[in-house]
């Protein structure tokens, strides 16, 4: 035990001192209690139940990973089915009545951004021609300002019957609707 | 714990043999694989003594490292199915030991129990202590005592890492390559750090020293 070599028995190292700490020992009686506490220990982790994460990570790897998947693609298919009722209304039907088939992602558009062509192909009115220049009947009538003709739509009264009787009696003679711009 | 000669004796064969006392180890633990959980027993007898000696010089404290050892023992116990073999047997408890360690101190790092283990008897006949008694003038029991609590306090007084290295390689007798394949770091770094910390302990025990 910690014997010194004889030239050096006047001088004590780090490592001399150090080495007396072997000395530092439990009694035999302490062994016993330990090997009786371990052998407890240890049948008590043979025997006990495992903690609840593990078993949920066990859980996982059988019958809970099986409904998980099956839940996981249900929920994939109602979202592809459901979607497009989540879409903007408005955008839907301004990107169906244009190009219906070939529109993946439907764009907001301004309704005043899309032409007359584009918003319908047959319109249920037709357009004349009116100037002031060849109306006019008075030949003293002098005009001191430059006319341009332009075209207004008319149409015919008795497909419009939600329309007042007097709308119709002053509009019919006329034959004008609206003007067209 | 084995005396010393018997620690040093056993790892010093070790070193001439290790591959025989690795292949006894893997025989052992391929009979714990195998079913016969008895068989572990011989495991525990056989390291005990070392995995708890390691552990009381990091903590200083006997309870606690008479827990952590049981810990240790519990820990392997519970993972010798998936022990391949590829380091030894004696290397992964080891590992085990100061990993549980390591945790535990930093757990403990704001409260620090002190409880000190009895000192064999064989202590007070020592050339060191004899030594010290011729020096000081002192009367040998306190001498010792006083000796055990500085010691105990200059330890504590290393960070974890440097004290792992110490206890191990100068309190349990374990090679540099050795120590650095238990803590996974190389050669260089534990002879770095047994290196500073010996000039630590210096320090705290310039009293005792010369």
Do not use: C
């Amino acid at each position: 035990m910690a014997k010194l070599p004889k030239e050096r028995q006047t001088e004590i190292s780090v490592e001399d001192l150090l080495r007396l700490k072997r000395s530092e020992r439990p009694s035999d009686q302490f062994w016993n209690e330990f090997d009786r506490e371990l052998h407890q220990r240890m049948l008590q982790t043979l025997v006990k139940k495992d903690p609840w994460y593990l078993q949920v990570v066990r859980g996982f790897s059988g019958r809970i990973l099986q409904s998980t998947a099956i839940a996981a693609a249900a929920a994939v298919v109602a979202m592809v089915v459901v979607r497009p009722a989540f879409q903007p209304t408005r955008a839907v039907h301004v990107a169906q009545a244009s190009v219906p088939e070939t529109v993946g992602a439907p764009v907001e558009v301004a309704v005043t951004e899309l032409s007359l062509a584009e918003a319908t192909s047959l319109p249920d009115y037709q357009t004349d021609v009116i100037s002031a220049e060849e109306t006019s009947s008075d030949v003293n009538f002098v005009r001191d300002f430059g006319m341009d003709s332009m075209q207004v739509a008319s149409y015919d009264a008795s497909a419009y019957s939600t329309d007042s009787p007097q709308a119709r009696v002053s509009f019919a003679s006329a034959g004008v609707a609206s003007l067209v711009y | 714990m084995a005396t010393t000669g018997s620690v040093s004796k056993t790892f010093a064969h070790a070193e001439e043999a290790p591959v025989s006392e690795r292949d006894l180890d893997w025989s052992v633990v391929q009979r714990v694989q195998a079913g016969n959980v008895g068989a572990f027993d011989q495991l525990v007898q056989k390291y005990r003594e070392h995995i708890f000696s390691v552990i009381y010089n990091m903590t200083s404290n006997r309870e606690d490292a008479s827990d952590l050892t049981q810990e240790t023992f519990i820990k392997a116990f519970q993972a010798i199915a998936r022990f391949k073999g590829k380091s030894s047997f004696f290397t992964w408890i080891y590992r085990i030991a100061i990993n549980s360690t390591m945790t535990f101190l930093k757990k403990r790092s704001r409260r620090r129990y002190i409880s000190y283990e009895n000192i064999n008897e064989e202590v007070s006949s020592s050339d060191i202590v004899e030594s010290l008694t011729a020096k000081n003038r002192s009367e040998k029991g306190a001498l010792v005592q006083e000796l055990q609590e500085k010691l105990n306090d200059s330890l504590q007084k290393l960070s974890p890492k440097h004290r792992t290295v110490v206890v191990l390689h100068e309190i349990e007798g374990l090679s540099h390559a050795e120590i650095a394949e238990i803590t996974k770091t190389s050669v260089g770094t534990v002879r770095s750090r047994l290196h500073y910390a010996k000039q630590q302990l210096q320090s705290y025990l310039k009293d005792y020293i010369g």
